[in-house]
Structures are given as C-alpha cells and as structure tokens.
C-alpha cells in the first residue's frame, strides 16, 4: 500500500544500509526482496536508492571503514525541523552523532542517539518524501526499537520527537509500547533488558516483507548470507531474521499480495 507521505511527525519514513559491499549487497536484495538500485550520481556521493515496481522503498551508502562503524541497516525518522529536533534531543538526554546536513533539495538529515544508546537517523523531507510503499512485499512494514532503558527511552521520543504513545502490553514477560498518530501505529518500543545479551546494543529493528519468508530464507544463505533468527510463527505473523553477505541484519514478515 502506498506509504502516508509525508509520513507523521516523529514516525519512520525511510531506512538505509551502511554497506561495505554495495554492489554485492545490491545484487542480494534484488534477488531476495525484488529490489532495483539506482545510483544517485556523484552529486550525492553515490548513494544509491532501492526501488520496487518503479517506487523508492530504501537507500544505501558506502561504508568505507573511515566511520568504524560495521555495515547496519538505518531507520530515518521524519521531523518537521532537524534542527530544532536535534536540540530536543540533547535537552532530553539524547546524543547527536551527526548534526543536520542539507542534501540539495530533498532534505535534511541528522544522526542521534535515544538515552539507551540506539542510533536513529532524522529526515526532514523536501523533494524527497520518504519511502513510497509499506505493509507489502518488497516493502518496510514496521520499525521496533529493543531497548534495555523502556521507560527512559519511551520517555525520550514523547519529549524528544513529540510521540504520541499506547501501551499495547505491560505484563511481567512482555512491555510493548506503540508509536501512534491519529488512528495509525507507526513504530514500537520493547522491552528487551530481559533478552538482549551483555555487550549487545540497543537498537532499532526494520521489518519488511516478503510473500514467502521460509524461501527468503533459503534465498539469503544460496547468496551467502546467514540466518539469524530461523523462520517461526508469531501472532504477528511468519518471521525471520536474516544477515546480508557483509553482516548487516533485517528481520522478514510475511506479508500477502496487494490485491
């Protein structure tokens, strides 16, 4: 379905790979999610935008080991002011990695870090609005964000990026909390302090989907990707959790096709 563009203040509208290998990576998410890649030129440092059936789904960077960062996939959320949002962050106990950057005229983008220490981008669109499609195959479904500091981080994105905000859980075993705007959910917070392994960050998690993740799966590892998470059932739907041939990780849903 087409995506809400531009997408609602403080909601995910755009996610990008940090990739060390973007013509390997490239070829991958062809072959696994139906992508095409577009250059961009070099105006804009060769980045590159993944489209599907002629729309902009995600982008992609290369990653040429000055940042030491690992290869990673990026969820860009949209503000209004980038700016004014970076400053929010840090008065809210957040940090800035990158502060707001004019990209000609399709926007401005930042990088910050929530009180937990996860890494979310900032996208204030101008021509460039954000992902074109969601919900279906080939397409971003969801953003979740894992997070050992709940109640901290929960209350960083109300303050911080003006979220409004639904518990959709609060037992003992399971803390889930929903970005919301209007009728619409947008992104979710989880509680992960109980599971996430010493030494592994916070982080933001990007579901997007496929019509048949267990041949996704199979696809990933003929293409010299790993499987992270083997294919199961949830009451969410048939998920997976799957690493590109650099390492960068993505989770699958299966998501049926738009009639």
Not at 134 to 162: I, K, M, S
Not at 188 to 217: K, R
């Amino acid at each position: 379905m087409p995506a809400s563009t531009p997408a609602p203040s403080g909601a995910p509208c755009w996610i990008d790979l940090f990739s060390s290998d973007p013509d390997r990576a490239a070829e991958f998410y062809g072959a696994v999610l139906g992508w095409e890649a577009e250059s961009s030129g070099a105006e804009y440092g060769g980045y590159v935008n993944f489209t599907r059936n002629g729309v902009r789904v995600a982008g992609m960077m290369r990653n040429d080991g000055s940042a030491g960062q690992p290869d990673a996939w990026t969820t860009y959320l949209s503000v209004p002011d980038a700016k004014a949002t970076t400053e929010a962050v840090v008065g809210a106990g957040g940090q800035v990695y990158m502060e707001p950057m004019q990209v000609g005229p399709l926007g401005t983008m930042g990088m910050v870090a929530d009180p937990g220490g996860a890494a979310v981008g900032l996208w204030q669109p101008g021509e460039h609005r954000g992902y074109g499609l969601n919900g279906e195959p080939g397409a971003p479904c969801w953003h979740e964000l894992h997070t050992r500091d709940y109640e901290a981080v929960l209350d960083f994105y109300r303050t911080a990026l003006g979220w409004e905000t639904r518990v959709m859980s609060d037992a003992e075993d399971f803390r889930y909390t929903q970005m919301v705007s209007g009728d619409g959910e947008y992104a979710g917070v989880m509680d992960a302090s109980a599971f996430l392994p010493e030494g592994v960050p916070s982080t933001w998690q990007i579901y997007v989907g496929v019509v048949d993740v267990d041949a996704a799966v199979a696809r990933t590892v003929e293409l010299g990707g790993s499987v992270v998470e083997a294919p199961e059932d949830s009451p969410f739907g048939r998920l997976a959790r799957i690493a590109d041939p650099t390492g960068a990780q993505i989770k699958l849903v299966e998501v049926p096709v738009p009639a």
